[in-house]
């Protein structure tokens, strides 16, 4: 009886880890944080265009997928509503990886990025405004892109 008992058990627990895991949703990929940055997936060349013809800026936060700091940023600093709505309407947002993307690689190296995050604030003419360095809390980068304007 007692195995009959324990058998059951052991079944229902591996149902439930079953279905618990089969029914959560896939992650996906999306270019907007609810609440915060929309990080635009466009080429660089392409967002010179458009940061010439809107007369923005481009914020490009240039990151690698090991650094620890450019993960807080991702979720704290860049999902705040604050920092999202001034960001969308003011600047062209990008993110590029510095070392698994042709653009981030081209960006890296053309601006001289040797730490990360590194985010760049670059005119329409592909002229460099404002570098930024290391993590940033939202009331200090919100300072920071306030000043530009």
Do not use: H
């Not at 042709?102 to 960006?107: E, L």
């Not at 730490?115 to 570098?131: C, E, S, V």
């Amino acid at each position: 009886m007692k195995i009959a008992i324990a058998a059951i058990a052991i079944s229902a627990i591996g149902l439930f880890a079953f279905t618990t895991t089969k029914n959560k949703p896939e992650p996906t990929s999306t270019n907007v944080v609810v609440g915060g940055i929309k990080f635009n997936k466009i080429t660089y060349a392409k967002a010179l265009k458009q940061a010439k013809s809107s007369k923005k800026l481009i914020f490009i936060d240039v990151y690698t997928s090991w650094c620890g700091p450019c993960k807080q940023m991702a979720k704290t600093t860049f999902q705040s509503e604050k920092v999202g709505n001034y960001f969308n309407e003011k600047f062209i947002n990008m993110k590029l990886d510095a070392e698994l993307e042709a653009d981030g690689t081209k960006v890296a190296t053309d601006f001289k990025v040797t730490a990360y995050p590194t985010m760049l604030f670059i005119n329409g003419d592909g002229k460099l405004i404002k570098r930024v360095v290391g993590y940033q809390t939202e009331e200090k980068l919100l300072s920071i892109a306030e000043g530009l304007k």
